[in-house]
């Protein structure tokens, strides 16, 4: 790709809507290159991209929240045309963790804003993509684009903060923008925590559907095709500083939705009542005349989308948004990182062996900002060297150096630089930290602190293991005990137990790693912590 090529950014276009509209761009602008900017939360894949290898096509994971990481990309292409798509859009997760859709939504979309003033006059178009939930309940007429704004939840409430800085920015700067709001949108990508990929995951299995209230509440649901023709139609043809509804005219209720769906999967349709939201607006209805004056109109009906819908999710599972991540994996060399290296390629992931020493602090920084990783594993740690296949090594004289930089620093290290980066990191840590339990009945469990140092290595591991809790929310940490495979090796403790002409007869834990290490991985791709 050429950097003095005309570029099209779309911001979180590895997630539902904002994939599809990359799709769409490809096709029609070859001559543009896409740079798709995502941070790849859990609810993004680049598997929702099938064009990936698009000539025209270019993947920079960048957190909008980071002003540096946006201007670091308007810096370096030809940047003529933004799509902001990205946001946290889950309502439910706005009541439980407000303040981080304030910085994705408000923040992230004022750094955008601040670096696309410095692109003028190159830039031709700035595109906010918003919602229909920033008008919140309706309970006449259908709403024009002048409607108050009322919204009832924090997620609402952050698109129209965003709004408001957009609308600002044309008004004050004369920034080139439009802005869309939207009815609700589903198809294939989107993550199945939306009402209706939800409820086809659970009729596939069999399990009630989940209602909040009386399920009374309507919703205009548009297939996401129609969505993006819609945002492009604005995109292309309409006026600088208006804002253009994108909806479609047909209300259904949750209850109707459930049916409707149970029917077309010739599924037995059960339900069960969940706590209800904070606030459960009762409907949303949008006047999107202005756009059809444009010359858009929507073309698939609500069966054939929902026909097109459960097909699609019949053909994926929950496995599409955890694969095809980038994972930078210290410790690769090792016998538990060849394992891991070898299992995230039968993905399809990419892996990239990191080459900086892990206890070298800009090296693992330099690193980190240009690999940007979706994922970091620490597989590193000392346990044995020169003469010796047992932690026995680091008992020997002079060897409390080597234990310490390997198995507290190196570690504490990647913590840090991770966290620093808004990057998920998995640590594989051990149970070689606990005294043996005189009552057989006892064990311990995730919550027990690190009670045995009558080893150099336990002390230093289980010092690690205490300040990993530093990195709540970071951090998954993952602690293994007399790791076992199915195969002979030098590594693999049945190798060595069965050529111990001594043991001690104490019971034990193992970990048996071909069925610990697809958990583990699965567990970090969906950022699960703790």
């Not at 609308?167 to 993550?191: D, E």
């Not at 020493?357 to 620490?378: F, G, H, T, Y």
């Not at 296949?389 to 020997?396: A, F, H, K």
Request: net charge negative; with cysteine; aromatic share 8%.
């Amino acid at each position: 790709a050429e950097m003095s090529q005309p570029a099209i950014v779309v911001t979180g276009g590895c997630g539902f809507i904002g994939s599809h509209a990359v799709g769409s761009l490809l096709e029609s602008y070859p001559d543009h290159l896409i740079v798709n900017v995502d941070n790849l939360e859990y609810c993004a894949s680049h598997l929702n991209i099938p064009m990936a290898k698009a000539s025209n096509y270019v993947f920079e994971k960048t957190d909008i929240r980071v002003h540096e990481e946006v201007e670091y990309i308007f810096n370096k292409y030809n940047v003529e045309e933004i799509l902001h798509f990205a946001a946290e859009s889950h309502v439910d997760n706005s009541f439980m963790r407000s303040v981080t859709f304030t910085q994705a939504n408000v923040l992230g979309t004022h750094h955008l804003l601040e670096c696309a003033l410095k692109l003028a006059p190159n830039l031709h178009r700035f595109l906010h993509i918003s919602t229909d939930e920033v008008y919140g309940e309706v309970h006449g007429d259908d709403l024009k684009e002048d409607a108050l704004l009322n919204p009832t939840n924090p997620y609402a409430a952050s698109k129209a903060g965003a709004e408001q800085l957009v609308s600002s920015y044309v008004m004050s700067f004369g920034l080139p923008a439009v802005i869309v709001r939207m009815n609700n949108a589903y198809g294939p990508h989107q993550y199945p925590e939306k009402v209706i990929p939800r409820f086809i995951r659970l009729l596939q299995e069999g399990k009630p559907l989940t209602l909040q209230g009386d399920g009374s509440q309507t919703r205009r649901f548009m297939y996401v095709t129609d969505v993006v023709s819609g945002v492009l139609t604005a995109w292309k043809k309409g006026q600088v500083g208006l804002v253009y509804n994108v909806g479609t005219l047909r209300e259904t209720s949750v209850l109707a939705m459930g049916e409707m769906l149970a029917q077309k999967m010739n599924v037995p349709l059960k339900w069960t009542v969940i706590p209800d939201r904070n606030v459960n607006d009762q409907r949303y209805a949008i006047d999107a005349a202005k756009l059809r004056l444009l010359g858009w109109e929507p073309q698939v009906d609500l069966e054939e989308g929902l026909d097109l819908t459960i097909a699609w999710y019949k053909e994926h599972s929950d496995e599409h948004w955890i694969h095809g991540l980038r994972w930078l994996v210290y410790g690769h060399a090792g016998w538990i990182g060849g394992q891991v290296c070898k299992l995230l390629r039968s993905y399809g992931d990419l892996v990239i062996e990191a080459k900086a020493r892990a206890d070298d602090l800009e090296a693992v920084s330099a690193e980190l900002m240009s690999i940007k990783p979706d994922r970091v594993v620490c597989l590193i740690g000392r346990t044995h060297g020169p003469g010796f296949s047992t932690i026995d090594y680091l008992e020997q004289p002079g060897k409390l150096r080597e234990n310490v930089r390997d198995n507290l620093v190196a570690p504490m290290i990647l913590a840090e630089g991770c966290r620093a980066r808004g990057i998920h990191l998995t640590y594989l840590g051990t149970g070689c930290i606990f005294d043996n339990l005189h009552d057989t009945t006892e064990t311990y469990n995730e919550e027990s602190k690190p009670n045995f140092f009558g080893s150099g290595y336990s002390t230093v591991k289980g010092f690690t293991d205490v300040l990993m809790h530093m990195y709540e929310g970071h951090v998954l940490n993952c602690r293994i005990r007399m790791p076992i495979v199915n195969w002979d090796c030098p590594r693999n403790f049945v190798s060595k137990i069965i050529r111990y002409e001594r043991v001690i007869n104490t019971q034990n834990s193992m970990t048996y790693l071909p069925e610990l290490l697809p958990v583990m991985l699965n567990a970090a791709a969906k950022k699960k912590t703790g």
